[in-house]
């Protein structure tokens, strides 16, 4: 059974920074995209970012653009989420999850949906406080 293993979450001041890790237990998942949720108390999950399985092709919502920056290690089946610039609205779990197609768009629409994303970490806790 795949499972995806987050770290890095805590607690930060606004304007800090914090980095996020996220590996998968099978190796196979190098070929896949991956994404980043997130869900504050009280919302609904909501889609941060994703990135292709060659690592090309990476894809933000306005909401972290310019702020957050996602990158991969294929050899180490892990995927890195930068966190700057941290504004207390950016508290929430986050959650990695994998899409074994590869790609982060299609010719219609990005792939931003929970739905397209069927692999699922457990969650890590960002909080962003002074």
């Known amino acids: 059974q795949v499972q995806l293993v987050e770290s890095g979450g805590g607690l930060v001041q606004p304007g800090g920074s914090l980095r996020l890790s996220c590996a998968a237990s099978?190796?196979?998942?190098?070929?896949?995209?991956w994404g980043w949720f997130r869900q504050a108390p009280g919302k609904e999950r909501e889609f941060v970012t994703a990135?292709?399985?060659?690592?090309?092709?990476?894809y933000y919502a306005d909401s972290v653009k310019g702020r957050f920056t996602l990158s991969r290690d294929n050899a180490k089946n892990t995927v890195y989420l930068q966190l700057s610039s941290l504004k207390p609205e950016d508290t929430a779990v986050y959650y990695c999850?994998?899409?074994?197609?590869?790609?982060?768009?299609?010719?219609?629409?990005?792939?931003?949906?929970?739905?397209?994303?069927?692999?699922w970490g457990q969650g890590t806790q960002v909080t962003v406080s002074s």
């Open positions: 999850a994998i899409r074994p197609g590869g790609t982060v768009y299609t010719r219609h629409r990005y792939y931003t949906a929970e739905g397209d994303y069927p692999y």
């Open positions: 099978d190796r196979t998942f190098s070929s896949s995209a």
């Open positions: 990135i292709s399985w060659s690592g090309v092709s990476t």
